[in-house]
């Protein structure tokens, strides 16, 4: 989906070459702290991690947050190009902590609700939205939904919308690092109090394993700067990085892209997404169909 560029912290649209000039016409640098990434090689376990996160978020508008599952994203962007779903996918390039709000000056208050609005994530609009809204990332504690969560509940309670309204149509997928399986295995959501607020079918989980779920969190390269609270309402958060890590990144994200929109990926991503038990969905046999 589209937002306001002046609004909105830059991120490169892959979907959109013109916009990147002649940036792919030389292979970047490998940036020194990091090997060289075994693209190929992990493309299938990425599109594995794709289709269960959709197919667990459900029928819903799925907004990924931070810098983690770009290349989730950029998947989507490929693989979903010229379907209905096509408008259902966002970046919400954001860092946030129990603590952001308490250190943000009026004028980063006020640059992140104009960020949030132009992602039609104001109050208002989350609670009469058509769809649920879900939110991705990857989980360790679970405390950047929970910031998250509290900042719409406090906006909509300052708006005079009702916080439930909010609540309702909101989803959270958590990207976990798999642990041992069995009844007692922990769970993301049950050891954070704001999750009481909504209902276990709003609490979702996807696990990977631990190299990969470190391999995107921590270790790969990306294409913009971290959006902290400092850098909310910035001039610089509005303009592209050229540096060796953001050109490195840029290209894997296009690949991803690139690769996600040829008929063979596609017809992958949806045999992916036929086998999985929420294909009794229609919504899913819809998108299925779409895809083939």
């Known amino acids: 989906m589209g937002a306001p560029q002046g609004v909105v912290p830059f991120r490169w649209n892959v979907a959109r070459r013109e916009q990147l000039g002649r940036l792919l016409d030389r292979e970047p640098a490998t940036p020194a702290y990091m090997a060289d990434e075994p693209f190929e090689s992990h493309f299938p376990e990425l599109r594995s991690l794709v289709v269960r996160t959709v197919a667990r978020a459900g029928d819903a508008r799925l907004l990924f947050v931070g810098r983690s599952p770009e290349d989730l994203f950029d998947y989507l962007s490929g693989a979903l190009a010229e379907t209905a779903w096509a408008e259902r996918i966002d970046l919400l390039s954001l860092s946030l902590d129990r603590t952001s ?10 640059a992140l609700r104009e960020h949030f609005t132009a992602l ?10 058509p769809r649920p809204i879900a939110f991705v990332d990857l989980v360790a504690s679970g405390r950047t939904f929970g910031a998250l969560s509290d900042l719409l509940v406090a906006w909509a309670r300052e708006v005079r919308v009702d916080p439930a309204a909010v609540r309702r149509r909101l989803r959270w997928v958590g990207i976990t690092a798999a642990g041992r399986n069995s009844p007692n295995a922990w769970r993301w959501f049950q050891r954070v109090p704001w999750a009481a607020e909504y209902p276990r079918s709003a609490l979702r989980g996807v696990s990977v394993p631990f190299w990969m779920w470190t391999h995107l969190g921590d270790s790969q390269a990306k294409t913009t700067a971290s959006h902290m609270v400092f850098r909310w309402g910035a001039q ?26 040829t008929p063979e990926e596609r017809k992958r991503f949806a045999a992916g997404l036929a086998a999985r ?16």
């Open 236 to 261: 610089d958060a509005l303009r592209p990085s050229h540096d060796t890590e953001a050109l490195y990144a840029l290209r894997r994200a296009v690949r991803i892209y690139e690769t996600a929109r």
């Open 277 to 292: 038990p929420e294909m009794r969905e229609g919504w899913l046999r819809s998108l299925v169909l779409q895809l083939r």
């Open 101 to 110: 709000m308490d250190y943000a000056s009026a004028a980063a208050k006020e």
């Open 120 to 129: 039609s994530l104001h109050p208002e609009e989350i609670a009469r939205a």
